[in-house]
């Protein structure tokens, strides 16, 4: 269109394609609370365009329904309609039949959407038919692919069509896809002006294809429509209670309790009423955890699992948030029993997985020690299913074991990223991220927690998200970043609180305390560590307690506190005799030196290094530390050096700036010449540039990248042109020469 302005010398600028993170900000600005599913439909259908990304949300503001997750159109302002439709209105009946097919198809294959063509107008179509669109700009045809210019377009030509035009297209394409079952059942309920049973029982055949292949979200969604389309007195109860149970599976409790509810509006009979009374139970947060609760729960169970095959199974997986419940909470110790033996009634092979994770987070005193020996004799290698990796890793993290639980937690995150179980894959990367803290894998640590804290928010986790910015402010802390560390626990503090979710407080406690310890505020370390442990306070958690008493001991006797140091060693030495926890046996064995008489203190000192620590490479520089100092006090300089200098290098290999400086100190003060730390190259990129660039390191590509990152094959783009001048490379050929960390 001619205006003055063309011809007026004006500077032109190109308004290109926005990136993923762009387009998300974009989007978040238009319509800051759009629910995740229709914010991801909207992301995906504008690819980046900027109008796409200001119109749609408009449009959807007025529009009733929400776009489903398998279709490819969405409603559109009228005037962007109008603009669009004017280029197809003098097109051929044929082209515009075409174009229909094209926008209803959920592919792009040319010879699938000219076969639901001819089936919808019962007359052979070519390729020739599509000319007429190409010429008038619409789409463009490349490698038998059907492409829209504009990602409006499909929306406005789908949605000008007579809704019985569209139903027939539909029906079109689900007859042409009579050998994709999946895709054929989408487009038989698309095709539907109502409820039909027939159709449902294809999507529920079609959600369990989706489980077979391991894409549960797909399978919650073809439920759910099933159950749309389900008579009230027929299926539709037992396709939303299955809902429930994937989503529970998924990781998102409060879909699964949207789920259950609808459910109880539904017919339910004989074992579908039992399942669904079950789920309520466990899935029950008003309730306070009681014996009472338990018993009326294994009475449920104990009806369910002789009328229905399977029923262990479910059970045990019911089971399993009650069990969690007991980690956070503090119920009593009857209830905590009553709960493993309940677990124990529906084992179901000598070794149960679900039982072992039931047990280790019900009653984490009483259960450990036959947890690790379990865990033990079955090994990582005999678990495949990512959802029993992930409860098994989490267990083990229950139980203090976080190198036992390490394997485990890698490899569920690896498979949940497969299976593109957002829900679950946050929670276990935010495991991850606390385990990785404990065992100085530092990097990752930064890594898991980044991902944690943006999927957990994603996927309406928000609680997981906090776990993870609290892992992150103990890593900032530990780096000499309190400002940062600071305002990241007060955030998470004050919306944890908002949310109710005081058991999770505990996490903030520790966070304190460790970066008190890290930057040798140790009288603030003991205060804030001691609420932990203390049963009258509101951050006390008896076994997250224990994940800094070694810390507190050591604060203790820092600050004239050696009676409290004694009580809490004597606490920490029985709990490790009682649970044998490799973390609690070595984290006694470093705080004994402290407790000990000053020319009494070598062995223990000798005894800790020789092996206890070997896991815990924090401890391990901080007692290497604290014992070349005791050297020094007994005026050994030349003995000091030597684990002075080591204690250097851990704690310039983990970034640990206040205790560096101080054990450069130490050594220096010792008569030996020492440097200053040099500045490490990996700590320029952010946690999301470290994992693309380790991941192009191994020969993924941008799109494999992004597949399981959960971005666009472009920003992986961006990201690595960035890392390039930050490594001092220039290609991702060059990225197997760089250091990119160990862990």
């Known amino acids: 269109m001619y205006s003055v302005l063309n011809d007026a010398g004006l500077p032109e600028l190109e308004l290109a394609t926005l990136d993923d993170d762009a387009a998300m900000q974009l989007l978040e600005a238009r319509a800051p609370s759009l629910d995740r599913t229709v914010r991801d439909r909207l992301l995906a259908e504008a690819a980046g365009n900027p109008l796409a990304l200001v119109e749609l949300p408009a449009a959807l503001s007025g529009n009733s329904g929400v776009p489903q997750p398998l279709k490819p159109w969405l409603p559109i302002p009228r005037r962007l309609e109008?603009?669009?439709?004017s280029r197809a209105s003098s097109l051929p009946d044929s082209t515009r039949?075409?174009?229909l097919i094209a926008a209803a198809d959920d592919k792009d294959d040319v010879t699938e959407i000219l076969r639901g063509a001819e089936l919808l107008d019962g007359t052979p179509f070519s390729v020739d038919s599509l000319t007429p669109a190409i010429q008038a700009g619409l789409i463009e045809l490349s490698a038998h692919r059907v492409r829209f210019w504009h990602p409006l377009i499909r929306s406005a030509i789908y949605n000008a069509a007579a809704p019985s035009r569209r139903l027939a297209g539909h029906a079109a394409l689900a007859t042409a896809l009579a050998g994709h079952q999946e895709r054929r059942a989408w487009h038989r309920a698309a095709a539907s002006s109502g409820p039909d049973d027939d159709v449902a029982l294809d999507l529920e055949?079609?959600?369990?294809?989706?489980?077979?292949?391991?894409?549960?979200?797909?399978?919650?969604?073809?439920?759910?429509?099933?159950?749309?389309?389900?008579?009230p007195d027929t299926h539709r109860g037992r396709l939303l209670l299955r809902s429930a149970e994937i989503n529970f599976e998924l990781g998102d409790a409060t879909a699964a309790r949207r789920q259950l509810a609808k459910a109880r509006s539904a017919k339910l009979e004989g074992e579908e009423q039992l399942r669904h009374t079950l789920w309520t139970e466990a899935l029950n947060e008003d309730r306070l955890f009681s014996p009472e609760r338990i018993r009326a729960f294994a009475a449920v169970a104990d009806q369910l699992a002789s009328s229905e095959s399977g029923g262990a199974t479910l059970v045990l997986n019911a089971l399993r948030p009650l069990a969690t419940g007991c980690?956070?909470?503090n119920p009593s110790q009857e209830t905590r029993s009553l709960v493993v033996r309940t677990a124990r009634r529906f084992q179901r092979m000598d070794i149960d997985p679900l039982v072992v994770s039931i047990a280790a987070s019900a009653n984490p005193v009483a259960e450990?020690?036959?947890?690790?020996?379990?865990?033990?004799?079955?090994?990582?290698g005999s678990v495949n299913d990512p959802v029993e990796q992930h409860a098994l890793g989490s267990t083990l993290t229950a139980v203090w074991g976080f190198d036992l639980g390490w394997p485990y937690l890698c490899a569920a995150v690896d498979g949940l990223r497969r299976q593109g179980r957002l829900g679950l894959l946050g929670e276990a990367l935010a495991s991850q991220a606390w385990s990785a803290i404990h065992l100085g894998k530092h990097r990752l640590a930064r890594s898991a927690a980044d991902e944690a804290r943006r999927l957990s928010r994603e996927t309406g986790r928000s609680h997981w998200g906090f776990v993870a910015d609290l892992a992150t402010a103990v890593l900032a802390g530990e780096r000499g970043e309190s400002e940062t560390a600071s305002e990241l626990i007060l955030a998470a503090e004050t919306e944890l609180l908002s949310i109710g979710a005081q058991s999770i407080l505990g996490f903030a406690q520790f966070a304190r305390g460790r970066i008190a310890i890290a930057n040798n505020q140790h009288n603030e370390a003991f205060e804030q560590l001691a609420r932990t442990l203390d049963p009258s306070d509101v951050t006390y958690h008896p076994f997250l307690g224990y994940w800094g008493i070694a810390d507190l001991i050591e604060a203790a006797t820092r600050t004239g506190r050696d009676s409290e140091a004694r009580h809490y060693l004597a606490r920490l030495d029985a709990l490790a005799e009682k649970t044998t926890a490799p973390y609690l046996e070595a984290m006694a064995a470093y705080a004994r030196p402290f407790v000990a008489a000053e020319d009494q203190a070598e062995p223990f000192y000798e005894q800790a290094l020789a092996g206890r620590l070997s896991h815990w490479p924090l401890h391990r520089a901080r007692l290497l530390l604290a014992y070349g100092r005791w050297l020094r006090r007994q005026r050994r300089n030349l003995d000091a050096r030597r684990p002075l200098r080591a204690a250097v290098e851990s704690f310039d290999a983990l970034g640990i700036k206040a205790m560096g400086a101080d054990a450069r100190a130490a050594l220096r003060a010792s008569g030996e010449a020492v440097g200053r730390p040099t500045s490490d190259t990996l700590d320029r990129l952010t946690p999301q540039e470290l994992q693309i660039a380790k991941m192009a390191a191994t020969g993924l590509s941008n799109r494999e990248i992004g597949a399981r990152l959960f971005i666009s094959h472009r920003t992986v783009g961006q990201h690595l042109h960035r890392v390039f001048p930050k490594l001092g490379i220039t290609s991702r050929g060059q990225l197997h020469l760089a250091d990119l960390g160990g862990d």
């Open 368 to 380: 450990t020690a036959w947890v690790i020996d379990v865990m033990a004799r079955i090994g990582p």
């Open 327 to 329: 980690w956070y909470g």
């Open 97 to 99: 039949t075409v174009l």
């Open 205 to 231: 055949a079609a959600a369990s294809k989706a489980l077979q292949r391991g894409a549960p979200v797909a399978a919650v969604e073809a439920l759910r429509q099933a159950a749309l389309l389900s008579t």
């Open 82 to 85: 109008q603009s669009f439709l």
